[in-house]
């Protein structure tokens, strides 16, 4: 019936659905990586987000309203009055608090209510309703956020980088990654595999799309990994051609913490920003980032095409992909029964394999690693781009 | 571990997620509260709007097409053509009905088949044939359907405020709320709750938005609610500086009416309008009114900003609410288990009972309050707004 | 307790949800017309649409990527990466195939993984990985691709108007139908319905929007139809003026195949065309054509409104209804439970049947017919405007 040629039985046809593992990807509480990412803080806004003009963002898949009271205390409160649910994004902020727009009732940045005003005496019952709220502090020029259970809020991480200030240094707060929108649809946990898969440099940013950041950086390196008791470090080398090596430590801490040094390599030395993937719901996420800078320094941005991102076209961003592209190109989701990990995504699987290890023990009662409950102790950090001999 | 610090556990982590009494919101058929509201007779369009060209238009989650022949008649019908189901949107409209435009069957605005033109005489079995149709009727310039069973088609209410006429009184027909566009994203049931709802009026007009309406508006009322018989009034008491008390009568009659005297009491007396929500879907609704109006009678309209309300920016409705910011802000459909009614949400909570028992009777076979099969009786209503003494 | 009135029960109130028999327009693989569609081959681009430029396309229900690598080999892969599932929309196409963007993982136009950069020896397992691919051959101007199983491929067909070729005749190739988008936004079981629908000529492009091809086609014709072995014939006669009669026969040829003579009857004689219903997806379709032509020859395209397709309003849409209105206003997917099929639609109940009995076949485990698994043989077609006595 048919000829005797060769049949390649190994087209398209038939292969399975591919699955994502939820595990590591869900962000909603009660879920495995939702419970884990609700045990640390998240920066949700920068300083200047939390005014008297009620703001709408969205963390860890939560809608909530981000305000700052006439005494300067920001607030992070569910949208939803607890009278009869209309928003908060309409409400009045005042000397006290926040005042839903439909009856006035009136609640503190603790979500204690004050005031129910078309009520007798002001609401006799009202210390009975609380307005859902989250504690907020400030540092590094961000808000941070926790949206745990209250008896395991850790204290707010201090970070070396950040705290060991010369007289001119000065730490500037940034809310978006560089090429590409504010709010990336993905998960982000494609971009904290990126962290510790520094192999893709040489390609995605050297060859593929041109050289994006400096001919050293272009090189193959040489990379190990290893966990940190916080994290995992990735230790690349590469040979330079005055015969010394160039040492790059990228830092992963976890849940969402990223250490990247200066890829432009301006200086040499330790990293002087810390940021975080704040996972915005399960398909987007944003990234905050603390940066320590100086009086004259500069930072390099790549302009593939001679323009920045939002104004390149559909076909530049195809001709020039960056980090944006080959992250949001790996779907809204990944799917990771298809993944064929190398030997080059040694990484990444490890960093998985923490983030999975920690969610186990939070699961069973536990407190994830890099939780500090006693005194303000700082996270001492490795990332940066050294110089070596040989 | 952790320090002694008193733990405040009243935050929003761990709450349950919010439900909705979908009892008292869908408008599906085969639904409690879809049945009853398929009891009455409900607005569709404007006079104006059945014409020879097929209008699509959504009533209670029904995609129907309203049309009128060249008779006059009006038609509804459902889009998809009995014959094989192309919509009669795009129908050419004749003498006595409305023409397929792919086969050319016609329809009259009854539904029977009066031509297949394809098929031999015309179809000899036309008569086998209806295409879906809804009883119309036209009155106060709204043309009103009954989407419920044949046998229990009520009559078309007359309302005594709209029968009652003087020689120089017009009724002017509207289909759009005031400030928000003419279909409104949320459920018609977060109107209707605002209307035994007087309270809202001094903050939300008032004290919250500047004065939306006039200065007496602004003062806080007394209020008390009671049951008609076919709904429930709002009777609210403000005393006036010249020891003259207003008394603002407004009344919600089942299912959706609301009879709002001006609430720029122009004149004393009662109101001179009747409105209906209609709900297009669960999530959407759109307010037609008919209004008596005489020659020299102007109504005020709100501009907070100097603007109209689609002038208005993203940040002037923040700044401005008004009542669709109030309900649209509630959600698609609201989340009554968070709800925390007080005192002051009496009227609202005996207007749901009142839903909620009819739809009751319904499901057990009887019939609601308020339908009437015999002869044109004429509602009498209550609204207004009356100056009297003490 | 009701007047006696005659009660007309015959209302919309009460029907029955409609429901669509999936077993005809389901596209996916695993379902029974899926299954079906996968054992034909199909176009999915024109010969100029697989460039060095990646380009996504949808087939099926499934997402591919369509290139062409430097040696002129066109490629149909799977978008996501076998590494690590970035979209190959952003790979760079080279000699010997496609290198995603991350990590450079180069692949061949079946499949085959020929580099892995950044891992040791170019990847010592990389002959363990494949990308999913699809087999594509070209002719008539366009690209065709097999997603069925590959021990089954047939022999792409040969049309017998399409290979009897003068010296001066050239052929054409066009994706996208004449009156409305390229993808049209409904199954595309509503244009094979159409394919034996002959009768709804004097209808929709004869009465009901103007006569949009010629006079004679505007006449209510005669129509029989016939099994050909391969799908199902329409013949449809027309009496003319000077006493002859216009023959005019219309293909369809299974899956989804149309041969639909020049409705403008500049000629007579066979055919000039074949054309082919691309299932983008269960709810959208294309149209792929191979046109004959010779020097001088042209196409009449109807203006009704003296305007192209997507220059007319939305109201002159609905004035002139065309093809694309008829079928999209069936809905995304017809509901064939409230079709009333009439003794005119007979055409179109064969054709569904032989789509059918075919899908069950296959799911036994045979072949459907119009395969060819040997020689390259040649369709014979019967499609045509003839002139004919009597």
Same mark, same amino acid.
């Given at each position: 019936?048919?000829?005797?040629?060769?049949?390649?039985?190994?087209?398209?046809?038939?292969?399975?659905?591919?699955?994502?593992?939820?595990?590591?990807?869900?962000?909603?509480?009660?879920?495995?990586?939702?419970?884990?990412?609700?045990?640390?803080? %998240?920066?949700?806004?920068?300083?200047?987000?939390?005014?008297?003009?009620?703001?709408?963002?969205?963390? $860890?898949? /939560?809608?909530?309203?981000?305000?700052?009271?006439?005494?300067?205390?920001?607030? $992070?409160?569910?949208?939803?009055?607890?009278?009869?649910?209309?928003?908060?994004?309409?409400?009045?902020? !005042?000397?006290?608090?926040?005042?839903?727009?439909? %009856?006035?009732?009136?609640?503190?940045?603790?979500?204690?209510?004050?005031?129910?005003?078309?009520?007798?005496?002001?609401?006799?019952?009202?210390?009975?309703?609380?307005?859902?709220?989250?504690?907020?502090?400030?540092?590094?020029?961000?808000?941070?956020?926790?949206?745990?259970?209250?008896?395991?809020?850790?204290?707010?991480?201090?970070?070396?980088?950040?705290?060991?200030?010369?007289?001119?240094?000065?730490?500037?707060?940034?809310?978006?990654?560089?090429?590409?929108?504010?709010?990336?649809?993905?998960?982000?946990?494609?971009?904290?595999?990126?962290?510790?898969?520094?192999? %893709?440099?040489?390609? $995605?940013?050297?060859?593929?799309?041109?050289?994006?950041?400096?001919?050293?950086?272009?090189?193959?390196?040489?990379?190990?990994?290893?966990?940190?008791?916080?994290?995992?470090?990735?230790?690349?080398?590469?040979?330079?051609?005055?015969?010394?090596? @160039?040492?790059?430590?990228?830092?992963?801490?976890?849940?969402?913490?990223?250490?990247?040094?200066?890829?432009?390599?301006?200086?040499?030395?330790?990293?002087?920003?810390?940021?975080?993937?704040?996972?915005?719901?399960?398909?987007?996420?944003? @990234?905050?980032?603390?940066?320590?800078?100086?009086?004259?320094?500069?930072?390099?941005?790549?302009?593939?095409?001679?323009?920045?991102?939002? /104004?390149?076209?559909?076909? /530049?961003?195809?001709?020039?992909?960056?980090?944006?592209?080959?992250?949001?190109?790996?779907?809204?989701?990944?799917?990771?029964?298809?993944?064929?990990?190398?030997?080059?995504?040694?990484? $990444?699987?490890?960093?998985?394999?923490?983030?999975?290890?920690?969610?186990?023990?939070?699961? !069973?009662?536990?407190?994830?690693?890099?939780?500090?409950?006693?005194?303000?102790?700082?996270?001492?950090?490795?990332?940066?781009?050294? @110089?070596?001999?040989?």
């Amino acid at each position: 019936m048919r000829s005797n040629e060769v049949i390649d039985e190994g087209t398209a046809y038939g292969r399975k659905p591919g699955v994502t593992n939820r595990d590591l990807t869900d962000t909603t509480p009660g879920t495995k990586m939702g419970d884990l990412l609700r045990r640390y803080w %998240h920066p949700v806004g920068l300083a200047g987000d939390a005014t008297e003009r009620p703001k709408a963002i969205r963390v $860890l898949t /939560e809608d909530l309203i981000l305000f700052r009271d006439k005494r300067g205390r920001p607030g $992070l409160v569910y949208p939803r009055c607890a009278h009869r649910g209309t928003t908060l994004y309409y409400g009045k902020v !005042e000397e006290k608090g926040i005042r839903c727009c439909y %009856h006035g009732w009136l609640f503190d940045v603790e979500g204690h209510c004050l005031e129910q005003p078309c009520e007798p005496e002001l609401g006799r019952h009202r210390d009975q309703v609380r307005q859902p709220w989250y504690p907020l502090e400030e540092r590094y020029g961000l808000i941070f956020a926790y949206l745990g259970p209250a008896e395991r809020k850790p204290k707010l991480p201090r970070w070396d980088v950040l705290e060991q200030m010369d007289a001119d240094h000065t730490i500037s707060a940034s809310d978006h990654i560089q090429s590409g929108p504010k709010i990336v649809p993905c998960s982000w946990t494609h971009h904290y595999d990126n962290v510790p898969d520094h192999y %893709h440099v040489p390609i $995605l940013h050297g060859s593929n799309s041109g050289v994006q950041f400096v001919e050293m950086m272009a090189r193959m390196p040489q990379i190990d990994w290893e966990y940190t008791g916080i994290g995992v470090n990735t230790r690349a080398r590469r040979k330079l051609d005055n015969g010394k090596t @160039l040492l790059r430590i990228t830092e992963g801490v976890l849940p969402n913490v990223r250490l990247i040094p200066d890829p432009g390599i301006s200086r040499y030395g330790k990293s002087e920003s810390v940021s975080w993937l704040l996972p915005v719901d399960d398909t987007h996420y944003m @990234l905050y980032a603390a940066l320590k800078m100086k009086p004259g320094w500069t930072r390099a941005f790549t302009r593939p095409a001679g323009k920045s991102w939002d /104004e390149m076209t559909a076909a /530049e961003h195809q001709q020039y992909p960056d980090d944006f592209e080959a992250q949001v190109g790996q779907g809204a989701i990944t799917l990771h029964s298809e993944e064929h990990l190398a030997t080059t995504d040694q990484g $990444l699987a490890m960093l998985r394999r923490l983030l999975l290890k920690q969610a186990e023990t939070v699961a !069973e009662g536990g407190d994830p690693i890099g939780v500090s409950f006693g005194d303000d102790s700082v996270v001492a950090t490795h990332a940066g781009n050294f @110089l070596i001999d040989g």
